[in-house]
């Protein structure tokens, strides 16, 4: 089996000042809070989002592993929408001590390129910092960090720079590679 470099980014903010805007990309999209946990619509988010990226550690989750990560005091799910279309996703996860990761954030293929990106990313962080206003007993946030890898998309690492978060650590390991996994060959176009 060969194996492929793959570099991890580790990024933080440390004062919701640090958080730059970006652009709307137009009246047509909306970013609304997934509400209520559901198991298949996450996994539809995960899978889309990440089939072309080679995200696959989640693919293996039982719908109860799915519904126990989703039922989680501080884990919100935030979905940009295109005219009324899911177009991507950014995931939260209080992790205690005023900490916040997100945990996935990423669009569809199809809405790659439109400037939804650096939208989604900042209303995402933005409600990370204000994430202890919702959940009762999380600390009020005092850092939200990220991890973006070499098999992420190509504008991801690029996204979180100008959105403020500043590199505070690379890590290059041997994985086993693998193809994406889809979601399905001839998903949208080349």
């Known amino acids: 089996m060969t194996s492929i470099a793959v570099t991890t980014w580790s990024l ?15 009246d047509e999209v909306r970013v609304v ?9 996450s996994r539809f988010l995960y899978a ?10 989640r ?13 989680r005091p501080g ?7 295109d005219r009324g279309t899911p177009a991507g996703y950014i995931e ?13 954030f990423g669009l569809l293929p199809a809405f790659r390129g439109r400037r939804i990106g650096g939208h989604l990313l900042a209303r995402g962080t933005a409600r990370a910092w204000d994430l202890a206003d919702r959940w009762p ?38 994985e086993p590679e693998a193809a994406a996994p889809g979601p399905w060959p001839g998903a949208h176009p080349a």
């Open 75 to 81: 884990v919100e799910t935030w979905v940009a929408y």
């Open 137 to 174: 007993g999380l600390a009020p946030t005092k850092r939200v960090w990220v991890h973006t890898c070499s098999k992420d998309g190509e504008h991801a690492m690029d996204n979180y720079r100008r959105r403020g978060f500043t590199l505070f650590d690379t890590q290059v390991e041997e």
């Open 59 to 71: 693919l293996v989750w039982s719908y109860a592993r799915w519904r126990e990560h989703l039922e």
């Open 33 to 41: 809070r997934s509400e209520v946990p559901s198991p298949e619509f």
């Open 92 to 104: 939260l996860e209080a992790q205690g001590d005023g900490v916040v990761e997100i945990l996935y």
């Open 12 to 26: 933080e903010q440390n004062s919701p000042a640090d958080l730059l805007p970006a652009a709307a990309p137009g």
């Open 48 to 57: 889309s989002v990440g089939g072309d990226i080679r995200w696959t550690d």
